[in-house]
């Protein structure tokens, strides 16, 4: 099924439901705006109070027309609630030109004729006929400056001031009526209004009927698709059909029906769902120029975040271990798992605005729930490692983990700015996709990020300690990851996260070496001591000249070992020893060249295993 599909299914499963977050799917016909005031009246249309509303209480329900949906110039009033030239008569008496204060008129002409018709149509409600009475005495900016929500200049026309952040020509004004029943007094929540609003406006779409391309039927075709899908992209639309002076038509179709017939019912659905699914769950890849990617049961059940991390559930009885960690991962997907069907599907799907104006799908994976989850664990399974965490005092612990992508991304790609690590929006997003369709459709990692993370972790110097731990743990995580499948029938369920002492791969042995080099070195220092030892320094050029630099990594050792005690000097040359006696026999040429990215992993066990032994003769 399409993209389109599935979101029409989702607004039919869910609309009416109670749903758990702030934001609500809105009916057909309806979109949620940010109102600036309240005005609250009686049910005979007198004026009884207003307020200005606060951030966190602004979402407002409001209806709304084809055209003012979409408006982004001329005049197209929405159907209640709209700004303040369109509801207030005597706004343009307050205008500092004539050309502002026709404007004001002509929208507040538009806007009344439009209530109007709704009030005196079959479809009307007692709430539209109070303010419908009221907006036609034409005094509501008056009762605002009365209320103190507007200040004007002592030329008697509007201060250049704001309301909770909105300029006076931009606030929407949305309305309260108090009445004697057990209505909703709040209009934008009352659902008797709310349903004579769509019976009233999609009974009045006569015009332009053709086949939908979605549903098949004969139904009011509409052009003018809702914007607003994207809080940061708020003028890209998805589907946009305007350009009748270009190139869109010529040589191909007469108009854009003929491109693509969408019902202004179906349209309102989608976008409806649409647009609730990244309200309430959508993850945006970027700081600036953002990509948004969404992952849904059309259901409504709730489905893992893959892209932020995979919400594991704590267990304090296990030590945590690789194997632990797969029997977490385990655990959470079986509770996500559950609750779906066989015939349950889950989607991802991401979008981006390709210009100011249009939005684009550039991502669309559709797959059956119990897969879905199975692949997820996969990846979980096959590419993690441990990373380095501080408790409350400040001590540090090891903990397994998947990394998130953008964690992966900026690692490969970043650059280290304040102590953190940022990547270019651009690189960010396009690479953090790949990484989504690797995951979901098991597909290899793609070697150049590997290649990547392999080149930063071995230039240590350019990051902070913390930032260096973290793009060794993810540079090894997506090693081992990229390697998973040539070991596999090594691994089989055991544990892999540890030190092979069999393993005779070259830069497996030299990563090794270069891990002991730096742990001689450290055992001399001080308390106290951050100086970087040798080991790290040279390690950009060790990765490109391994014997080589060997070669004078060894001779740097010698005043540290003297620095030693003589059984821990000789724990560590019998250790060297053991490591150089694995190498194959091969001439110098050959082990003087490039390491491959497999020395990390050495390089990180060894460190990690001689760590441990040096925590355990502590400990005893």
């Not at 389109?4 to 989702?10: A, G, H, I, R, V």
């Not at 036609?136 to 929500?149: F, T």
């Not at 070669?551 to 070992?561: A, D, N, Q, R, W």
Request: glycine share 4%.
């Amino acid at each position: 099924m399409s993209w389109m599909s599935q979101l029409y299914k989702t607004y039919e499963k869910n609309i009416g439901k109670s749903q758990q977050t702030d934001v609500k799917l809105t009916p057909v016909a309806h979109m949620n705006a940010k109102a600036q005031v309240e005005v609250t009246l009686n049910k005979d249309g007198e004026f009884l109070a207003a307020d200005g509303i606060d951030k966190e209480r602004a979402e407002t329900l409001i209806p709304v027309t084809e055209a003012s949906a979409g408006r982004a110039s001329g005049i197209a009033p929405h159907a209640l609630s709209d700004m303040l030239p369109y509801i207030a008569g005597d706004f343009s008496k307050y205008c500092e030109n004539e050309k502002e204060r026709k404007k004001a008129q002509e929208k507040f002409n538009a806007y009344m004729g439009s209530l109007k018709a709704w009030v005196e149509s079959e479809n009307s409600h007692y709430k539209v006929r109070s303010i419908y009475k009221y907006l036609s005495k034409e005094i509501l900016v008056s009762n605002l400056i009365d209320a103190g929500l507007i200040e004007l200049t002592e030329e008697k026309v509007f201060a250049r001031n704001k309301i909770i952040g909105q300029p006076y020509d931009k606030i929407i004004v949305r309305f309260r009526i108090i009445t004697d029943g057990q209505e909703a007094d709040c209009t934008w929540e009352d659902i008797s209004l709310i349903e004579a609003y769509k019976k009233y406006y999609l009974g009045r779409q006569q015009e332009r009927k053709d086949i939908c391309y979605y549903t098949g039927k004969e139904m009011t075709i509409t052009t003018n698709h809702p914007k607003g899908i994207v809080a940061s992209d708020y003028g890209a639309k998805l589907v946009s059909a305007n350009d009748t002076q270009g190139y869109t038509y010529r040589g191909r179709f007469q108009n854009a029906e003929q491109s693509c017939a969408l019902s202004y019912e179906a349209s309102q659905k989608i976008h409806s769902a649409l647009t609730w699914l990244i309200k309430s769950q959508g993850v945006s890849i970027g700081s600036q120029d953002k990509r948004t990617f969404i992952c849904w049961n059309p259901d409504g059940k709730k489905v893992p975040d893959i892209i932020d991390d995979f919400e594991l559930i704590e267990d304090e009885d296990l030590k945590e271990t690789e194997a632990s960690y797969w029997k977490k991962l385990k655990r959470t997907l079986q509770g996500y798992q559950n609750q779906f069907e066989m015939s349950d599907t889950i989607i991802v799907m991401g979008v981006d605005a390709a210009t100011t104006g249009r939005l684009s799908v550039t991502y669309y994976h559709e797959q059956a729930a119990q897969d879905f989850l199975k692949r997820v664990f996969e990846w979980g399974k096959t590419c993690n490692w441990k990373y380095l965490r501080f408790n409350e005092k400040k001590q540090p612990y090891y903990i397994v983990e998947t990394p998130v992508f953008r964690r992966i991304v900026e690692c490969a790609f970043g650059t280290e700015r304040s102590n953190f690590i940022e990547a270019d929006d651009k690189v960010l997003k396009e690479h953090t996709q790949r990484l989504i369709k690797c995951m979901l459709e098991q597909q290899p990692v793609p070697y150049d990020i590997v290649h990547a993370l392999f080149i930063r972790a071995s230039m240590p110097m350019a990051y902070s300690r913390g930032n260096r731990e973290r793009v060794l743990s993810t540079a090894c995580a997506l090693i081992r990851k990229y390697h998973w499948k040539e070991n596999e029938e090594r691994q089989g369920e055991e544990e892999d996260m540890k030190l092979n002492l069999e393993n005779q791969d070259r830069s497996y042995l030299f990563g090794r070496l270069l891990a002991v080099c730096e742990k001689v070195e450290r055992r001399t220092y001080d308390a106290g001591e951050a100086r970087d030892p040798n080991a790290i320094r040279l390690q950009s050029a060790y990765v490109h000249h391994p014997m080589q630099t060997w070669k004078i990594l060894e001779g740097l050792l010698v005043p540290y070992f003297q620095k030693l005690r003589p059984q821990h000097r000789e724990y560590y040359r019998r250790l060297i020893s053991d490591i150089v006696v694995s190498f194959k026999e091969e001439d110098e040429v050959v082990l003087n060249q490039e390491l491959k990215e497999t020395y990390l992993l050495g390089y990180y066990l060894q460190r990690a295993e001689l760590n441990r032994k040096k925590e355990e003769k502590e400990e005893e």
